[in-house]
């Protein structure tokens, strides 16, 4: 249908008007589309996920449901399931290894699952559902549009910055995020317009459709001291240290799972083990997103256990084979730790407790520049020092092992690299 796409060139040098502006109008008409589908997706999810929460706390009995809930999850991956099981892995396998499209039916079975994991009370976050929806329902373009594998790569790209910025409602953090997730150390310049416009038509979108987003503090103006930032660059490492401590705590139950040969009974057994755990903390402090949690952190100390036992919980509801996501607990995480510390450093809690928001993740995901520029967007501009230096600083601590096992290191070199050695499990 739109033959000439075929040949656009990956890389456009400015004097060449006439071949930039057709790249820009091409990518535009693709972005708007890729927009309006996870934009939409995006908000029926999260109308969704809303609906699922408020009713799981009206009726705290449902908890016992959660191995049944982890059956139906492992019958449906097992044998429908196919390659979408490997998640947000396989998106990422997809941009650096181009094979085959990815399949539709990816969508109804991570929004079904994501749902049922929230509904029986798992500890899940909902980023990887919505990139899971943004790229697939993206990719279903390639054929349209006939797209030769470099430009496939730039589509699953937006699809995945689309789907981050319109469920959290952060647009520059989405687009970066799509940018810097897949290759670390690197960013491929090719990609900036279309993760751009992707991502801002994604999230304008679901705020057409009146669906909103959790409204955090503004922070107000800190000095720059180096008490200030001394603390800061000690936070940070802490944060990265528990950012590490996630991932791999996840891997080795993820490893200790497999071990049941058969898959459907790993969520089953998982479920189990969560069921027991959260009805003897007699709790729903940490079940599904943990958002009022959050919120709380920002207004007084917590104590240190809840961050703990939210990254327990989430590594077994992640590791035994529940569906949803790691980012929004890693925002609970992050957040409960920094108010916590804010009983033994001198900054304010609020401060302390973004700083944590942004910088666990930051460190699990191995994107420190989409981390602050979140930050910025969800937090003001008046603390970014603080936000970009505790993010960069968590990113150094957290080393290459990070949530998505396939992530590889970047190389300086106009080619894209092979997988990393070594950077986690499936």
Not at 151 to 159: D, E, F, H, Q, V
Not at 192 to 201: C, D, E, G, Q, S
Not at 243 to 259: C, E, G, N
């Amino acid at each position: 249908m739109f033959p000439s796409l075929r040949r656009l060139p990956l890389r456009l040098r400015t004097a060449d008007t006439p071949a930039a502006l057709i790249f820009l109008l091409r990518w535009l008409l693709i972005c708007g589309l890729i927009g309006l589908m996870a934009g939409s997706a995006s908000a029926l999810f999260l109308v969704a996920l809303d609906w699922v929460t408020r009713w799981r706390e009206l009726h705290p009995e449902v908890l016992l449901l959660l191995p049944v809930a982890g059956l139906g999850i492992g019958l449906v991956y097992h044998y429908w399931g196919g390659r979408a099981a490997r998640g947000n892995n396989l998106i990422l396998d997809e941009i650096h290894q181009p094979s085959a499209r990815l399949p539709l039916r990816l969508v109804p079975l991570v929004l079904g699952s994501t749902l049922l994991t929230h509904l029986a009370g798992g500890s899940a976050g909902r980023e990887g559902t919505a990139m899971q929806m943004g790229s697939a329902l993206a990719d279903q373009l390639t054929r349209l549009f006939r797209l030769r594998p470099h430009n496939r790569r730039l589509l699953l790209i937006a699809g995945m910055s689309a789907g981050f910025a319109s469920v959290f409602g952060t647009p520059l953090a989405g687009a970066v995020f799509g940018l810097e997730v897949f290759l670390l150390g690197s960013i491929r310049y090719e990609a900036v317009l279309p993760a751009f416009l992707a991502a801002v038509a994604a999230d304008f979108v679901t705020r057409s459709w009146g669906v909103g987003h959790t409204a955090y503090p503004q922070l107000a103006a800190l000095p720059l001291t180096p008490l200030g930032l001394g603390c800061t660059l000690l936070a940070g490492a802490l944060f990265g240290l528990t950012a590490r401590s996630f991932a791999t705590l996840t891997h080795w139950i993820t490893r200790q799972f497999t071990r049941l040969q058969y898959a459907p009974l790993r969520p089953v057994a998982g479920g189990l083990l969560l069921l027991l755990i959260l009805w003897g903390l007699g709790t729903t402090r940490y079940q599904g997103l943990g958002i009022p949690v959050i919120v709380e952190a920002f207004q007084r100390p917590l104590p240190p256990q809840d961050f703990a036992w939210k990254l327990l919980l989430t590594a077994l509801t992640l590791g035994c084979g529940f569906k949803g996501g790691e980012v929004t607990p890693l925002f609970f995480m992050g957040a409960a730790l920094g108010s916590a510390l804010a009983l033994v450093l001198p900054l304010p809690v609020a401060l302390l407790a973004a700083m944590g928001f942004v910088a666990v993740f930051a460190g699990a995901a191995n994107t420190p520049l989409a981390c602050t520029l979140m930050g910025l967007e969800l937090f003001g501009a008046e603390a970014g020092v603080y936000l970009g230096l505790a993010c960069v600083v968590a990113y150094l601590f957290s080393g290459h092992r990070g949530i998505y096992s396939a992530q590889v290191i970047g190389e300086v070199k106009h080619r894209w690299p092979a997988r990393q050695q070594g950077s986690g499990e499936e």
